[in-house]
């Protein structure tokens, strides 16, 4: 047997996700309760290891609570023993670990956190554990795994998946319900020849219901939909990314936004619930799939996509899709030198031609200056991209300035910006490769921060408030007549930082955004003779 340094497999794309309280974004009935009584729940950090495992740990003293090997990849641990062994990914994809509710035996929704996870390139799907209570985790709380033996248009899945409830339209006069559902796409290499692959290697958008009994068998529009695309029109290989959510006011996901690695930004439409009738009918637009965006560099070459869109509220209507371009992934990628760009893409939830397949000639450029922050006004005129006096656009795009730069991280919006940052591959192996940190105004691409060079490549970006009350920083502004006053909010992306260096820090603090939020009463008005 191969003698061992460790007993930890190494983690390479994976990443550790702390958690201990309910997520304060989930909203429901019967939340509030759930999320009072896990705010003394044993503290986790859960990772996946190239050992086979994904693995939790008491964050308070690095114990680990269990460990759980998927069983698509259980078939390859032998090879962890070998003699002659040499790396090769297993459990290689960060886990999101966060709220839903599932149905229980009495047929009553309750509240549970949930990990779901996928494999990288250890095995083609995803797996979803039950982690309310780590410390009490068996194999009662192993879900579900979905892989290409029970749909062979699922690939290697390397990002995030999503938890979303799904609006179900009620039939024949009975009232609408909702379910939660694991939102993954097709990922990579669906088309590989291992007995289960892809006939046509077509991308597609997965939704596997929670509620999913473990002895039950997949079953395409019973307990999973799936959207899938158009065939990829070349000899190149598509590979889809896993999706930005947009959600109504009650919190349903009612639009997701992917990108592939054609260009191609999709919409999967469900504003009228989930079935299979809309399933089938989530990309189609007038009788065929259309994407919402087909985004190229200058020289009409496509942009491929390799990060979660991000999605932020539009103007009264609609929303931003904000989204960079790149790829690091395949063996010639890093010595690629073509433009990559940054887009902020209003959809306008229109369903005419003018509403998709939108180029960059429809949206306004930004470049940066000298100092760093974008040039040009502050706002512009939405439209349909036509020009005109004043011209009308479909959004906003800035092309990176660096030969070779790159989108390979995802992105993170909030506070009404999105945090970017970029990564130059280094000209060897023997460097550790730059990148910088970026803030963009959603709706109008306009930086909230001058953009921020590193000498090391960074992580992706997560946008931190800061509390500066002990500066009194959170003054108001003077109250106007109506009772409308503003607060001032701060924040600023923080990453990790990668690569070797002698004493750099390991964590990347971007620079401060301060971003003004209305508070206070907004209006009044007088009712006389009430």
């Known amino acids: ?39 003394t729940r044993t503290a986790a950090v859960y990772v996946g290891a190239n050992d086979g495992f994904m693995h939790a740990f008491r964050a308070s003293d690095g114990k680990e609570l269990f460990a759980y090997m998927p069983r698509a990849v259980a078939e390859s641990a032998r090879l962890l023993a070998a003699a002659d062994y040499s790396y090769r990914p ?55 795994e979905f892989t290409d033996r029970d749909d062979s248009d699922m690939g290697n899945v390397v990002g995030s998946p999503k938890l979303v409830r799904m609006r179900i339209p009620g039939t024949s006069g009975n009232p609408d319900t909702y379910g939660w559902y694991v939102a ?60 930005g959510v947009a959600t109504d006011v009650q919190g349903n996901a009612v639009i997701f936004y992917a990108g592939d690695t054609y260009g191609n930004v999709w919409k999967f439409d469900f504003l009228s619930g989930l079935s299979a009738t809309k399933a089938a009918e989530a990309v189609s637009k007038s009788g065929s799939a259309k994407a ?40 010639g990628d890093a010595a690629t030198t073509e433009t990559n760009s940054v887009y902020g893409i209003w959809d306008d939830l229109g369903s005419g031609a003018s509403s998709y397949e ?6 306004l450029e930004r470049k940066f200056t000298g100092t760093g922050v974008t040039d040009g006004a502050a706002s512009f005129n939405f439209g349909d991209g036509v020009t005109g006096t004043p011209p009308k656009y479909r959004g906003w795009y800035l092309d990176l300035p660096v030969a070779g730069e790159r989108v390979v991280v995802e ?61 009194d920083a959170y003054t108001y502004t003077v109250r106007l007549p109506t009772g409308r006053r503003d607060l001032t909010v701060y924040s600023r992306p923080v990453s990790a930082v990668g690569g070797a260096g002698a004493s750099d820090p390991t964590v990347a603090q971007g620079p401060m955004v301060a971003t003004k939020i209305p508070a206070g009463r907004v209006g009044w008005r007088e009712i006389k003779n009430f």
């Open 90 to 144: 297993f459990v290689d994809a960060v886990p999101l670990v966060t709220e839903a509710q599932q149905v229980d035996g009495d047929g009553k929704l309750q509240w549970k956190t949930l990990l779901v996870s996928g494999m990288g390139g250890g095995a083609q799907g995803v797996f979803a554990l039950d982690v309310t209570s780590p410390t009490t985790f068996d194999k009662s709380n192993v879900l579900f």
């Open 292 to 331: 919402l965006a087909i985004l190229k560099d200058k020289n009409n070459k496509v942009q491929p996509i390799t990060t979660i869109p991000q999605v932020a509220p539009g103007l009264s209507d609609g929303y931003m899709v904000i989204v960079g371009t790149g790829k690091f992934i395949e063996t």
């Open 411 to 471: 992105p993170d919006t909030r506070f009404g910006y999105t945090a970017v940052n970029s990564f130059v591959p280094p000209a060897d192996c023997s460097a550790n490769g730059t990148g910088a940190i970026m803030t963009f105004d959603n709706l109008y691409g306009t930086s909230r921060s001058a953009r921020d060079y590193r000498s090391r490549p960074l992580s992706r970006p997560r946008i931190v408030a800061l509390d500066l009350s002990a500066t």
């Open 184 to 243: 993954v796409s097709s990922g990579y290499n669906n088309y590989k020849a291992d007995g289960y692959a892809s006939s046509d290697g077509a991308q597609a958008l997965f939704l596997l219901s929670v509620d999913k009994s473990p002895s039950a068998a997949w079953a395409e529009n019973t307990n999973y939909f799936k959207m899938k695309l158009p065939q990829p029109p070349g000899t190149r290989a598509a590979a889809l990314t896993n999706p």
């Open 1 to 39: 047997l191969r003698v061992r340094t460790s007993i930890l497999g190494a983690i390479v794309n994976s990443g550790p996700v702390y958690k201990q309280g309910a997520d304060s974004e989930v909203t429901g009935d019967g939340f509030a309760a759930f999320a009072g009584a896990q705010k």
């Open 358 to 363: 939108l180029g960059r000639a429809k949206f």
